[in-house]
Nanobody, 125 residues
Framework: QVQLVESGGGLVQAGGSLRLSCAVSGRPVHSNTMAWFRQAPGKERQFVAGISRTGVTTEYEDSVKGRFTISKDNGKNILYLQMNSLKPEDTAVYYC??????????????????WGQGTQVTVSS
């Protein structure tokens, strides 16, 4: 049974930092493309950052480039999202996801097979 459990969300002031974690069971992170998405109230779920199966390639949504870093710890089977210089517009529920069918980073939500339950990130101005 595949399970993804996010943690690390919370309330932070603008300019602050958070590190999200996604503990994965049932799928090895070292052999899967993984990503973080976010969904703000009233908006569609949006790709934030992705890391390829090998971990060599990462991609970011334009608004988070230079501020967010995605990584994975193969030994612990955990996916991370380091978020720095947070802005109020980063406020959303953040989800981790696994794309079993792809070795490269893909962005459509339909490309991902397994999802976590989400963790709330709120950035105050």
């Amino acid at each position: 049974q595949v399970q993804l459990v996010e943690s690390g969300g919370g309330l932070v002031q603008a300019g602050g930092s958070l590190r999200l974690s996604c503990a994965v069971s049932g799928r090895p992170v070292h052999s899967n493309t993984m990503a973080w998405f976010r969904q703000a109230p009233g908006k569609e779920r949006q790709f934030v950052a992705g890391i390829s199966r090998t971990g060599v390639t990462t991609e970011y949504e334009d608004s988070v480039k230079g501020r967010f870093t995605i990584s994975k710890d193969n030994g612990k089977n955990i996916l991370y999202l380091q978020m720095n210089s947070l802005k109020p517009e980063d406020t959303a529920v953040y989800y981790c996801a696994v794309a079993v069918r792809y070795g490269v980073v893909v962005r459509p939500t339909g490309s991902y097979d397994d999802w976590g339950q989400g963790t709330q990130v709120t950035v105050s101005s």
